[in-house]
Structure formats: C-alpha cells, structure tokens
C-alpha cells in the first residue's frame, strides 16, 4: 500500500530513482548505444521524417516542452509540442513524414486519444510514451515505449513525470542515433550521464528537509511564482501546475526572458518566486541572464527561492533561500530540478489540510474531452 509513508504521493516521489533506473533498465546496451526495439517504426521511416509532433495534457505536455529542447538539438529534426485538446482543431499539418509521439500516463486521456487518431487519419506514424501496459493509447498507435514507473495512485503526477522525460530522452537519442545526426562524443556522453542520474534523483530526495521547511513557512500565501529559460521553463511550468493542484493556490510559470515584458509587474514586497537556474557551465549566458533577473526581482521585494547547481556560487547573494541540485548536463537538469517543486507543492498543501492525493475537482485519468 503506502509502504509507511503518509500519502501515496511521498512514496511516489520516493520512489523516482527506481522509477527512473527501471525506464533505462535494459536500454543501454554494453557498448552504450540505445536498444529500442519497441519502437516498431523501420529504421529508413525514421530517417525520412522532416517533424516531430508532440501531444499530451498537463503534466505529460511538460515533459513534451522539454523533449523538444532534447529533439532538436540532438536530432536537428523540427519539432512542435502542442497541447492535445488545441491539436485537431486548427487543422494541423501532417504527413507520413511527421512522427507524432503522444504522451501519456494513463493511456487513457481522451484529448491525446482523439489527437492521435486525427493523426493517424493524416498518414502520421504515432509512437505512444505511455506507463499504462495495454491501455488505449498505445493499442491505437503505430509503437509504444513504456514508462516503467509501476502505478501511479496519486492524482498529483510525479515519478510518472520523471520517466516520460527519460523516455522522451530516449527517443531522441535514438533518432539521432538511427539517422547520424550529431552521433558522436556529445550523445555517447549524454547516454552515459543519463545511465548515472537516477543516483542525483537519489542525492536530490536527501535533501529535503529545508524544502519542506520552507513550504509550511509559505502556507498562507496567496501567490507563488515560477521562472526559468530553456529546459528550466517547462520546469516552471511544472513546479506551479503542483501547487495550483495540491496546495490550491495562485501558482504562475514564466519564461525568465519574459518578465521584462509583462510579469514584473506582478512583483511586489515578500512575493515567493521560484527560480530555476540553468548550469553556469553549458550555456552560461543563459546562467548570467538568469542572475540577472533575481537580482532585479529581488530589488523589488520579491523572496527569492533560487533552484542552482552545487557549486553555483554566483546565485548565493541574490538568494534568500538556496536549494541545491546535483550538476548535470544543461538538457537533463529537469530530472533533478523537478523534484524540489513536488515536495514543495506536497509540503505546501499538506500544511493547508489539504487532500494531497485525491486534490478537489480532479480525476486521476481525463476520459472526457
Ligand atoms: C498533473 C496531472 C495531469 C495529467 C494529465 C495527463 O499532475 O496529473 O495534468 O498529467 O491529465 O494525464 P495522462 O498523462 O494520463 O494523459
């Protein structure tokens, strides 16, 4: 059942480093190249796509903003990520050129169903990234690649989250594997750090305890706001769906890039703001940007919560709460920069007396459009 914890959703977050290592397991061949033979589209069907179309709802369209930072750097192939209830309704353009991957916990999401078909009706191939064995979505597309996350009972999605960012990992590896692009020291690296990263999940969930801290300090807060650029947007996006689901409040996501162009307006004095700072290794001018804007939120009041990498000491004075990460490489940061905003939004909601894994008005699968 809950194996001692009080909320299936702490066991699920728990459990995120096997959750991440068992979607791996048995992927990786010795000599580090990917083995995914589910993916049941021919090798010269994969060379010939010019798109790559992402649809999912919610949590799983997270995981897709993030794929397509992953896809198109590795690949080079174009990549859309859209919202499946918006998808089929704007007529979109699609062949037996473009790979469509439909991402989605339950299998059973009625949005990502109906965007799936409208594609297969197009002559796409449909590859499903899906943690439910034998449910619809993988049964009506073209390949599936399970999540190995084992059930999610929470409604809240956590380690299901984790594993569909792997295997969205995965599946761009693999493409550039398949079609050569960019093959070569970056990705053989990259599949080796992604072999080791369930020990940083690992290293991230030991630290904790000053997130939960910090959570039951902000409980009667109306507003919390997110920031990050690149891979760490989506994270924001991510960090603010939990609190909007589980604690009930005003939770907002932004581009750090955008706040010049409206958001500041909404900073004022003790205002919480969660920022995600990408690796100052890497793209580091992203980094120096990102510094930047905590410094001018913080000029204006706002309580920054800053989100770095160890050894990130650029950060530290414009903090006022520091929590630490684990490096990694620039694409992979959301496996470990995720799982402080899940325990942040548990720690939160559950100090608000909240239902933390049955939240109000929310089902676990949305089988209606
Ligand atoms: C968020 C959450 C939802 C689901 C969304 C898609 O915590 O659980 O946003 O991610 O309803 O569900 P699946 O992945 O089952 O298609």
């Not at 004022?268 to 510094?291: A, C, N, T, Y």
């Amino acid at each position: 059942e809950k194996g001692g914890y009080d909320y299936f959703m702490l066991k699920e977050i728990a459990e995120q480093p096997k959750a991440v290592a068992d979607t791996l397991l048995g992927r990786i061949d010795a000599g580090g190249s990917l083995t995914l033979d589910e993916v049941r589209i021919s090798a010269s069907e994969l060379r010939e796509l010019d798109k790559v179309v992402i649809v999912a709802c919610g949590t799983a369209f997270h995981a897709g903003l993030i794929a397509k930072y992953a896809i198109e750097h590795w690949t080079r192939i174009p990549c859309e990520v859209e919202l499946a209830s918006e998808f089929r309704y704007r007529d979109p353009i699609l062949d037996a050129q473009s790979l469509v991957i439909a991402i989605s916990q339950s299998g059973e999401t009625m949005d990502t169903l109906m965007a799936l078909r409208h594609a297969r009706e197009q002559g796409s191939k449909v590859l499903a990234i899906c943690n439910t064995n034998g449910s619809t979505i993988p049964r009506e597309s073209d390949a599936v690649l399970y999540t190995h996350a084992g059930p999610e009972v929470a409604v809240a999605s956590t380690k299901a989250f984790l594993t569909q960012l792997v295997a969205c990992y995965l599946v761009a590896l693999y493409l550039g594997q398949v079609r050569g692009t960019k093959w070569g020291d970056e990705i053989g690296a990259v599949i080796r750090d992604l072999s080791r990263i369930s020990g940083a999940v690992e290293q991230v969930l030991e630290t904790m305890e000053p997130v939960r801290a910090l959570a039951r300090s902000l409980a009667d807060k109306k507003t919390v706001l997110f920031l990050g650029r690149h891979v760490g947007y989506p994270v924001a996006l991510e960090g603010a769906l939990k609190l909007k689901e589980l604690a009930y409040m005003h939770a907002e996501g932004f581009a750090a890039g955008e706040l010049k162009h409206g958001p500041i307006a909404l900073i004022e004095e003790d205002l919480p703001v969660v920022v995600v700072v990408p690796s100052p290794r890497g793209r580091s001018i992203l980094h120096d940007k990102i510094v930047s804007n905590i410094q001018e939120i913080r000029a204006r009041g706002a309580r920054t919560i800053v989100i770095a990498e160890e050894g990130d000491e650029a950060v530290a004075p414009y903090a006022d709460h520091l929590i630490r990460i684990p490096a990694t490489p620039t694409l992979l940061q959301p496996l470990v920069a995720t799982v402080p905003l899940q325990v942040f939004a548990c720690e939160l909601a559950t100090a608000r007396g909240n239902e933390v894994d049955q939240p109000r008005n929310l089902a676990k699968s949305v089988t209606v459009e």
